[in-house]
């Protein structure tokens, strides 16, 4: 539902049948128009846009007949200026990130023709009681679909000449012994490790309630900043061109550049432009409106705060008081 802010009254709406609403992410795209991404109460996360007081619906992201290919949306958030959105969708056991470019200046002009067509046309008695047609809307772009790291493991060779010989690539590995690691080596280096700190393992740490874990993963629609252009032409635009991700349990911060032609196929598992390695696994992350400031928080509870606008340098480093906890 749309209503007037300053009287209170309704403007328009949407409805259907045996839906809930749970989440809103809005945007304003110019003057009176906002894009309005919906998330229901069945993890159908849905694109509208309004405009001249009407409410039009673009797309359901992940809607489908097949329940075998159902998805759920986790997470929907639209860029500053409209221009991308980020849907976290979740299926079959698996999780990931589907981003997509939004062809706002076509809807714009489209929403203009539609608007000049109704100003000139004029009302007879015949098209008084009609409806105008709902103008034509181009589809949102998928641009990139993100997944999860794979988990670090042991080499399956079991010997360095398996090793040279399943090479994709013209890398030499080394004539010697223990080139190759094996899973059974990473647990011996993890037991050694364990036994040499167990002392420090045995403090009684508080649990952190359930619900205010990170689910997946956390990810941020990113404007041009110092860690990723150096460029004053890049840097003073306010077009967003990179989306930063940051999975459940991984060290990693990873940044994707949003640059790319709507001619182009979508790219499934891209390779990061970026890769922020942390002390400790990332349990939350927070990026300030104009996008300026990062903050992280880590599970060793620690916060990192940084400033990628101006100088990419690392502003603060605060360390949590023992039986404390970051819990957002």
């Not at 046309?121 to 990139?144: F, Y």
């Not at 045995?202 to 649990?207: C, E, G, N, Y």
Request: charged share 20%; aromatic share 10%; glycine share 6%.
């Amino acid at each position: 539902m749309v209503y007037s802010l300053s009287g209170g009254d309704w403007i328009c709406g949407w409805e259907a049948d045996k839906l809930e609403v749970c989440s809103l992410s809005v945007c304003q795209v110019k003057n009176q128009t906002y894009l309005v991404g919906t998330v229901d109460d069945m993890g159908i996360a849905r694109l509208f846009y309004f405009s001249e007081d009407n409410l039009h619906f673009v797309k359901a992201i992940n809607e489908t007949e097949d329940i075998i290919k159902r998805t759920v949306c986790i997470t929907f958030k639209l860029s500053h200026g409209g221009d991308y959105v980020g849907v976290l969708l979740e299926g079959s056991g698996e999780c990931w990130l589907e981003v997509y470019k939004l062809p706002k200046d076509s809807w714009l002009k489209e929403l203009d023709h539609a608007h000049t067509t109704m100003l000139s046309t004029p009302l007879s008695t015949e098209s008084a009681g009609m409806h105008l047609s709902e103008p034509k809307i181009a589809q949102p772009v998928l641009l990139m679909k993100i997944k999860p790291p794979k988990p670090i493991t042991g080499s399956t060779f079991k010997s360095v000449q398996e090793a040279v010989q399943k090479s994709d690539d013209s890398s030499v590995f080394g004539t010697g012994q223990n080139h190759n690691i094996s899973s059974h080596q990473w647990e011996q280096q993890e037991a050694i490790f364990m036994d040499m700190y167990e002392k420090y393992f045995s403090i009684d740490m508080p649990k952190i309630p359930e619900g205010e874990k990170s689910r997946h993963t956390m990810f941020h629609i990113l404007q041009p900043n110092k860690i990723l252009h150096n460029d004053t032409e890049t840097m003073q635009s306010a077009l967003p061109n990179a989306i930063s991700v940051h999975w459940s349990g991984c060290h990693n911060f990873f940044i994707y550049p949003l640059a790319k032609s709507l001619k182009d196929k979508a790219d499934v598992d891209p390779k990061a432009d970026i890769v922020w390695p942390c002390a400790a696994p990332i349990k939350f992350s927070a990026v300030s409106s104009c996008t300026s400031y990062l903050a992280l928080s880590l599970e060793n509870e620690t916060l990192a705060v940084w400033d990628m606008k101006y100088s990419g340098f690392l502003l603060a480093v605060v360390a949590l008081p023992e039986g404390r906890h970051i819990g957002s």
